[in-house]
């Protein structure tokens, strides 16, 4: 079970950075997503012809991250993040455009091609907590 801390926070922000690595080249992207709690995943939208779009097909293994940007040592906060992309089908696919639609209504006026991150590792840091703390959460460790 994903702690609910990592849950809150992923639901609190809303622009990710993702990274993708094709032919021993990395590359990153910032897009607005949203958190689906029930799938453990995050979605988010962009095109096919951008460079990590075409990545993702050749390599669907990705990391990224979401962070608070703060000045404030103690009020660091942010995760990263391991997982694989696809496009989702089906009813998944019906579950991702209306949560995405939902946080982001001005969507429905582009023509959007829908990603998501299938989480298998989750790594949060939080100050807060004390210097460093992290909380970790794997796939491979629920299941």
């Not at 694989?84 to 091609?113: C, H, I, N, W």
Request: proline content about 3%; hydrophobic content about 45%.
């Amino acid at each position: 079970m994903v702690d609910s801390r990592i849950i809150k926070f992923f639901r609190k922000h809303h622009v990710l950075t993702i990274a993708t690595s094709v032919g021993n080249e990395p590359w990153c992207a910032n897009c607005f997503y949203v958190y689906l709690e029930d799938e453990n995943s995050l979605v988010f939208t962009t095109d096919a012809d951008t460079r990590h779009g075409k990545e993702f097909l050749a390599n669907p293994l990705v990391a990224g991250s979401v962070v608070l940007e703060t000045m404030i040592i103690g009020r660091i906060r942010g995760i990263q993040f391991q997982g694989t992309v696809s496009e989702p089908e089906g009813e998944l696919l019906q579950k991702a455009k209306s949560a995405y639609l939902k946080r982001f209504p001005v969507a429905a006026l582009m023509d959007t091609r829908l990603w998501i991150v299938k989480l298998t590792l989750i790594k949060i840091t939080d100050n807060r907590l004390g210097f460093g703390k992290k909380l970790i959460w794997a796939q491979d460790a629920t299941a």
